[in-house]
């Protein structure tokens, strides 16, 4: 029987049982549990055959509405169990390139599957505590649809996320790169930009508004690319957008080897990669670019 189930006739029967006669229906009750659910034990089973007295059947009905508890995110959603620690310095070091961006690669199929690894976020925090070791930074757009840590299935102290409308590069994103990098570690770069972005859209059509006016100014140069290869576009030109918001990515890749020599040097060193990609926003799949 499923857990919710097995949990439904659990906490739906001892209010009744209680209210009428626990020793008339408690053999029907304790009936239905053992023979709907195979994980009741042994002991318990010799619990509840020893005698019907109702303080048994109350440390029966704990226990096992714990054990359905314990178990039911599990079982019901088909998620994994915890199959990833906060890093140590020592395994941070010893990992690649190569290998985070694998280890990105494989969590982004986790999401895109719906298996996102399932975490003690409350026992993370206590041992991320004491210093963090992340694997890689990602530069992301604020959008609301993109998820960043869920994206790429990763926890506490996995990794550095950057975020700006637009994802682009400017003195405090670096700065922020710098400290995850060469103070903090890292292995990896990753500037995702994402469909259907806000930010290119209103840097596309030229948007004056507030502090927006400024901000997406900073993409007006990926704009302008765009439109000198394949003429002038809006927001309303799918495909335009779409060159547009790549172009975009690249251009904060170039900026960061050209405005970074500390992460230009980690590059060369062979102790960084700096990557490019784009999130479908229908499939939540991250299309990695193929140049670094
Ligand atoms: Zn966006």
Not at 21 to 30: A, Q, T
Not at 237 to 263: C, G, H, M, W, Y
Request: aromatic share 6%; charged share 25%; glycine share 8%.
């Amino acid at each position: 029987m499923p857990v919710a189930g097995t949990r439904w006739l659990i906490h739906n029967s001892m209010p009744v049982a209680a209210a009428l006669d626990v020793v008339v229906f408690y053999p029907r009750c304790i009936a239905a549990i053992l023979f709907f659910d195979a994980r009741v034990s042994v002991m318990e089973r010799l619990i509840c055959k020893a005698d019907a007295h109702s303080l048994r059947f109350l440390l029966c009905y704990v226990a096992l509405a714990g054990m359905a508890s314990a178990v039911e995110p599990t079982e019901v959603s088909g998620l994994k169990p915890l199959k990833e620690r906060v890093l140590t310095q020592a395994e941070q070091q010893a990992l690649s390139p190569e290998e985070v961006l694998s280890m990105l690669r494989e969590g982004n199929r986790r999401f895109v599957a719906g298996t996102l690894t399932l975490r003690d976020h409350s026992a993370q925090v206590r041992k991320a505590a004491l210093g963090q070791f992340p694997k890689a930074i990602i530069l992301s757009c604020v959008d609301s649809r993109v998820p960043v840590e869920d994206v790429f299935d990763r926890g506490i102290g996995d990794i550095f996320v950057s975020r700006n409308a637009g994802n682009f590069v400017n003195i405090d994103v670096l700065g922020g790169m710098e400290f995850a990098c060469k103070v903090a570690g890292a292995k990896l770069i990753l500037v995702m930009g994402h469909e259907d972005c806000g930010a290119v859209k209103g840097a596309i059509d030229n948007v004056k508004l507030g502090n927006l006016t400024a901000m997406l100014k900073n993409i007006r140069p990926s704009v302008a690319q765009v439109a000198e290869k394949v003429g002038e576009g809006t927001s309303a030109d799918e495909a335009f957008v779409q060159k547009v918001t790549k172009q975009n990515v690249r251009d904060a890749i170039a900026n960061i080897r050209k405005q970074s020599p500390v992460l230009l040097d980690l590059e060369r060193q062979g102790r960084l990669t700096i990557v490019g990609g784009i999130y479908n926003m229908n499939t939540g799949e991250v299309e990695f670019f193929d140049e670094s």
